[in-house]
């Protein structure tokens, strides 16, 4: 399994984002600004179901490099974020980081099938007063995310910019001892994502869901221009985090 495909693959996931809607995002490479209209805020809002951030397990997918259309199949990706920091920045802003660390098993089976890449759960910043999801723009084949502009928040416009970077590490095979896997060998799978989110000092709505992914195949869609939110796409065993 090349990092080459394993980084195809990781894209889906962590923009999707990291979004499946990582998230409703924007195909164009670098940082376009744009505004996202104003909304009524009491016909969307998800703001009373945000929970405080926390570890958690979620449906991701692994596959076979070779066959992963035949090959693959839904396993768990344990999540944890990490300590968030904000420190001061120019203009009345702060700038804060998000970082996020996902685990998942590869395996490798009796009949050779290497089961070594992954599709993670997805992952969105949105504001949870509006529910409007910040729009992401992505570098082709960089798997790095970005995006500048301005969102609705209740009723004013608020100033954003982030970016999102991950990195993924393959350990060697080990040998497996719950037979109950399938599998003879089996490998660690971590991926380590990292949002950096520039915003003013008093805004309070900013917040992450994150999306359990089930079928091999999960893809980036390409936004329209339409305004996204975290309703549109919320299957079940989606979580929803405010980022403090």
Avoid at 95 to 109: D, F, H
Avoid at 120 to 130: A, G, Q, V
Avoid at 175 to 204: F, K, Q
Wanted: glycine share 8%; hydrophobic share 35%; aromatic share 10%.
């Amino acid at each position: 399994m090349s990092l080459v495909s394993v980084k195809k693959y990781m894209l889906a996931g962590v923009a999707a984002m990291l979004l499946t809607g990582m998230v409703g995002c924007a195909s164009n490479a670098g940082t376009t600004s744009t505004v996202v209209d104003a909304i009524q805020e009491d016909s969307k809002s998800i703001e009373t179901i945000c929970e405080d951030l926390q570890s958690l397990s979620m449906d991701g997918v692994i596959y076979y490099q070779v066959n992963p259309v035949e090959y693959n199949e839904v396993s768990t990706a344990n999540i944890s974020f990490g300590q968030v920091t904000s420190i001061p920045d120019q203009d009345s802003k702060v700038k804060v980081t998000l970082p996020v660390t996902i685990t998942m098993k590869g395996k490798y089976t009796n009949d050779c099938i290497d089961y070594s890449g992954c599709i993670t759960p997805s992952f969105e910043l949105f504001d949870r007063y509006t529910s409007v999801v910040f729009p992401v723009n992505t570098g082709v084949g960089d798997g790095n995310y970005n995006y500048s502009g301005a969102i609705k928040s209740r009723d004013k416009s608020v100033d954003v910019a982030y970016s999102c970077d991950y990195s993924f590490n393959l350990s060697g095979w080990n040998e497996c001892s719950d037979s109950s896997l399938g599998a003879s060998h089996e490998r660690d799978i971590v991926v380590n994502v990292t949002y950096t989110i520039t915003m003013p000092a008093d805004y309070d709505g900013l917040a992450i869901k994150v999306t359990p992914v089930r079928n091999y195949g999960t893809g980036i869609s390409a936004a329209s221009g339409a305004i996204v939110y975290v309703q549109d796409d919320y299957p079940d065993g989606t979580r929803v985090f405010s980022v403090k």
